[in-house]
């Protein structure tokens, strides 16, 4: 399994009388200690610093005395660095129009942008493309969590997507690996950060320490799967936050968004699409000890 994300390390500071009139890159090459100039530039570009909690890329910016300054560092200067001197992504739309589009995103990828960087995200990518209108965040996977997602094209059709999330007016179905041997459906009915989240397992195979099996939302919480696998004994497989360790380790985390259903926002048409975990994931279960249940 690849080794963890480095966890961006927020530097605080007020502005004080003594900076008056100081660049912002001269600032923070004063202020923080990690930080040359030219360095301070460079995490301006991508995004990495706020004055008054908004995000700010002019290196000549005066910030006056008494403002807050954050700057966060972590691993992202070097990953944009080097997606920088790589092509990007090849995207997989599988459908598109003047109001959204829906796209498999893969594992590893961020969905949008973090408090490092605004760059080399999911909406970054799609921005960049000649037929993307600026794209409009309505629902997100986490970094290692690959699968079908829909994204706005416009304010409005924005609007009444967020709304089918609000209502959980879809279907959302993922593909899961489970450590343990869950033998039979399993509804989880347990509050998330204080709110009602509901979630259905359903079993399909077992081999040796894992299930592999379906896991239908029917809420919407930060992690619902994750947090409620985990609540029933049976962590997602790779799950370093809820999770444990086991022999079968999988390559990342063993998520994916398989099924994705709703009415478009705008012509009322009925929308659904799959697509099977990708090659990473089939191939450690493929590999697994032989074990009961039915292969797909």
């Known amino acids: 399994m690849k080794g963890a994300a480095v966890a961006a390390r927020p530097i605080r500071f007020t502005v004080s009388p003594e900076d008056a009139g100081l660049r912002l890159d001269q600032l923070l090459a004063k202020r923080v200690p990690e930080l040359s100039r030219r360095t301070a530039r460079k995490v301006l570009l991508i995004g990495g610093v706020f004055v008054e909690s908004a995000r700010v ?55 949008a942008a973090t408090r490092e ?44 997507l967020s709304e089918l999330f609000r209502t959980h007016a879809l279907e959302r179905v993922y593909r899961v690996g489970m450590l343990g041997d869950l033998p039979a459906a399993s509804t989880v009915d347990s509050p998330i950060e204080g709110r009602p989240a509901r979630t259905v397992f359903v079993p399909i195979e077992h081999k040796g320490e894992v299930t592999l099996a379906e896991a239908r939302l029917e809420t919407g919480r930060t992690h619902q799967i994750r947090v409620h696998a985990s609540t029933i004994g049976h962590p997602v497989a790779g799950d370093r936050r809820y999770g444990r360790r086991t022999r079968l380790e999988p390559p990342r985390l063993a998520l994916h968004a398989l099924v994705l259903g709703f009415r478009h926002p705008t012509t009322g048409q009925p929308l659904r699409f799959e697509r099977e975990w990708p090659a990473d994931l089939r191939e450690w279960w493929q590999q697994a000890p032989v074990g009961r249940g039915v292969e797909l």
Not at 78 to 99: C, G, H, I, R, T
Request: glycine share 6%; net charge negative.
């Open 57 to 111: 890329k002019v290196a000549s910016k005066v910030v006056q005395p008494g403002r807050t300054v954050e700057v966060y560092l972590g691993g992202a200067l070097d990953k944009v660095s080097a997606a920088e001197n790589a092509p990007p992504p090849e995207l997989d739309v599988l459908f598109e129009d003047d109001s959204l589009l829906v796209v498999d995103k893969p594992a590893g990828l961020p969905t």
């Open 117 to 160: 960087t605004d760059r080399n995200n999911l909406l970054f990518y799609l921005s960049q493309r000649e037929t993307s209108r600026q794209p409009y965040l309505v629902h997100r996977l986490d970094l290692e969590t690959s699968g079908l997602l829909v994204v706005a094209k416009t304010s409005e059709s924005a609007h009444r």
